[in-house]
């Protein structure tokens, strides 16, 4: 058992972005539907709550263009895996990636635009994009029985820059908290540029013009994703297991994937994002649960815990950033990881985007302000 010295409470916020492919590729039965049904079973199993962020610009798309291809019905089954999140006793909350906004098939293929941060759009764009994103969710939750307020906005591809507008309308249909900034991540092409974050991964308050500093108590609170790091060894251990099991497993194999569309037309917009943290020893990355091993999971995991519990501030919070859609052939790891951080650990709270919220609005938790 691992103690924590001062008993501190550190808050665990498992966040999962339910989604397909940032290209576009991929079917939603097979990315979301069937992988998060599983995922829930074990949530369940450990008595652990998720968060699940759902791609809601995925689901306008395929609406819009529902007479299209098999659409109409993949929608339904986003609403589907949405209605099972709820009925699980989980969360949903917003994720939106804006390189749906105007995408369109190309020789019977979906092309999306190189618009992959949502800050980038045009003021009207992002508006409409959020509002109506908005109105479909809270209509599939409400054929539900759960309460379900949407306070908790994820953004695709960690783009969120510039700022000002999503500030605006997230003050006005009740968003508080938002995801995606990662202190140091910087993405040119994309105009991302984290490496003035004002906080590593304390919530805070941020200035309505700027994501990356601390502002005054009121809008938007950033969750920062949680840094952790690799050893060298680690990063060693692990690039000959991938690369070994994408020797053996190859996406493109995959039924629901386009072999030519992926060797041909796709760019991924973050593609060099870890190569430029490379140059950074150790090398640093933030905590996530894709299909990494076992071993590196809770690696990483006790790193970030050892960081958050021993920093000055007092609202420990480690945000787990999870991707479904990569899990079909990782749920014996993930099953491990949860055994193992369920029973080492005595001080984790794992608490919801709501159950958070809720603990700032009675003052058990403060996310940093400016000082004045
Ligand atoms: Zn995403």
């Given amino acids: 058992m691992i103690k ?121 764009e992002q508006v409409k994009l959020v509002t109506k994103a908005m109105e479909s969710l809270t209509m599939i939750i409400n054929k539900s029985d759960s309460i379900n307020p949407i306070t908790s906005f994820r953004t695709g591809s960690w783009g969120m820059q510039p700022y000002q507008t999503l500030y605006t309308i997230f003050e006005k249909l009740g968003i508080k908290t938002v995801m995606g900034p990662i202190k140091g991540l910087k993405i040119p092409r994309l105009g991302i540029d984290y490496t003035h974050m004002q906080s590593g991964h304390c919530p805070y308050y941020c200035k309505s013009s700027d994501i990356n500093a601390i502002g005054d108590d009121k809008g938007s609170i950033v969750l920062p994703m949680t840094p952790t790091y690799l050893s060298l060894t680690d990063l060693i251990r692990y690039s000959v297991q991938v690369k070994w099991k994408g020797f053996l497993k190859k996406y493109d194999h995959d039924l629901d994937l386009n072999k030519t569309v992926l060797s041909t037309v796709y760019k991924d917009p973050t593609a060099g994002k870890d190569v430029f943290n490379f140059s950074l020893r150790p090398f640093k990355t933030h905590l996530k649960m894709n299909a990494q091993p076992f071993w590196l999971l809770k690696k990483t995991f006790r790193r970030s815990y050892e960081m958050v519990l021993h920093s000055k501030h007092d609202f420990k919070l480690m945000v787990v950033e999870t991707h479904s859609k990569d899990f079909k052939n990782s749920f014996g790891s993930i099953e491990k990881f949860f055994d193992h951080i369920t029973t080492k650990y005595d001080n984790l709270q794992f608490v919801t985007a709501n159950e958070l919220l809720k603990l700032v609005n009675e003052k058990k938790v403060k996310p940093l302000v400016k000082d004045i």
């Avoid at 759902?54 to 089954?77: I, P, R, T, W």
């Avoid at 589907?80 to 969360?91: F, R, Y």
Wanted: glycine content about 6%; aromatic content about 12%.
């Fill in 4 to 124: 924590a010295m001062d008993k501190e409470k550190i808050f665990v916020l498992l966040e999962d972005d339910v989604e397909v492919l940032g290209n576009g590729q991929g079917h939603v039965f097979y990315r979301e539907y069937l992988p998060v049904s599983r995922y829930l079973t074990l949530l369940k199993k450990y008595g652990l709550v998720s968060t699940f962020y759902v791609d809601m610009a995925h689901y306008l798309f395929l609406k819009e263009n529902s007479h299209c291809k098999d659409f109409g019905l993949q929608a339904g089954y986003m609403e589907q895996t949405i209605l099972n999140i709820l009925k699980n006793g989980m969360e949903i909350q917003l994720h939106l990636h804006s390189q749906w906004v105007d995408a369109h098939l190309v020789d019977n293929e979906i092309q999306v635009t190189n618009m992959w941060n949502i800050g980038k759009l045009q003021q009207e």
